[in-house]
């Protein structure tokens, strides 16, 4: 054995070592040792909007207009008299500070039968979607709200395209899932799903846009204490599906730290010892969402793909299809679906939090609406 085969099979050695100790990954048979657990840290996010190539199918009558094409139809520069706080700052009060009264202009929401999505209720009513594959029952209203918004849709979306990006590239929007108590990545009756936050800058190939799976992750147990939540859930024909949970989420874009906040969300994702994928749906809280919109995106950025937030803020309250208020009877909650992408890591030992504080923990609560 020449030297250069011997220190190969040495680093071989002490990389599989490292594997079994750490609950790393197994090889393609998806088999786990016993007592192992393994995870995954989100690369990829965005809101799940069925597209067409042309979209004449879900938007036969094109597209919304944006900020801008409203503000010049509202505020005219023919008009004698103008100001900056009657036009530019009034828009941005509308915005940050929303109603549901009519403002005369027409919202194009998606149409069609088909979503992706899944079944949040266990019924199949009028205003269902069926999915691509002939899943009836799919409950997605957020779709309807972003489905003929240019920047919600792929691959030149403005938001689409940096909700995707900053998933990777911001740590603070590090999410993490790990299984325990799965025998193998096919079939598992029981599963516990953890989701953390890591601390770490996933491991990216030499071309620095690809993710690789066997990076280590750092749980964050103090800032990232919030998000942390246990999922009941179990594997069948390699398809992970968690109980319904209510859980909160980093997502910020642009190193703005934002949240969002979902009722009764669900995982359903696709294993393989190196990738998980699939979707994350659930009921959106109405004011988290607008919120995290507002937030992570200005007026300015809005406009790159004809985003009006005062129209939508409508389309979401009419919409909405869940949770209604005690008080008013409006609902406060939308239902909605992630298409998410995830690669394997290997959590820091060291980082883990404490067994007996994960028991029982409820996920940090939704943003108050600004009103």
Known sequence: ?????????????LAAGAARAAGAAPAADAA??????????????????????????????????GNREQFKKRFPETASRRSLQGTQLQWEIDSWYPTTADDGFRFLEAR?????????????????????????????????????????????????????????????????????????????????VTLYRGRDALLYDATGKQVVPGGSQRIDTRWGARFIRQL????????????????????????????????AARLHLKLTPTHAEGLIAGFSDLDSWYLQMMRSWSTHHQNYGQTSAPALYRALRR????????????????????????????????????????????????YRSPR
């Not at 809101?47 to 919304?64: I, L, R, S, V």
């Not at 899943?135 to 403005?158: H, W």
């Not at 590090?174 to 516990?192: C, F, K, Y």
């Not at 208020?325 to 980082?351: H, R, W, Y």
Request: aromatic share 8%; charged share 20%.
């Open 112 to 192: 069609g039968p088909t979503a992706l999505g899944l079944n949040l209720d266990g019924r199949v009513g009028p205003s269902d979607f069926t999915s691509p594959e002939g899943e009836p029952g799919v409950d997605n209203q957020l779709y309807r709200a972003l489905g003929c918004i240019k920047n919600y849709r792929g691959p030149d979306g403005a938001i689409r395209f940096f909700d995707d990006e900053m998933i990777g590239r911001d740590r603070y929007n590090r999410i993490i899932i790990e299984l325990t108590g799965a025998g193998d990545l096919v079939n598992a009756p029981h599963v516990q």
């Open 319 to 366: 919409l909405a299809d869940a949770y209604p208020d005690a008080a008013t009877g409006a609902n406060t909650a939308i239902s909605s679906a992630l298409s998410a992408e995830f690669t394997q890591v290997v959590i820091v030992p060291s980082s883990r939090p404490d067994p007996a504080t994960l028991a029982g923990r409820s996920p940090a609560g939704p």
């Open 232 to 263: 009941n859930g179990s594997i069948t024909a390699g398809v992970l599906t968690t109980e319904p949970a209510d859980i909160s989420y980093p997502w910020g874009p642009f190193d703005l730290p934002t949240d969002e906040y979902m009722h």
């Open 32 to 65: 786990l040792p016993a007592g192992a657990t393994i995870a995954y840290a989100l690369t990829n996010l965005h809101w799940a909007n069925y597209q067409t190539p042309d979209g004449k199918a879900e938007c036969p009558e094109g597209f919304n207009e």
């Open 1 to 13: 054995m020449s030297a250069l085969a011997r220190i190969l099979a040495v680093v071989a050695l």
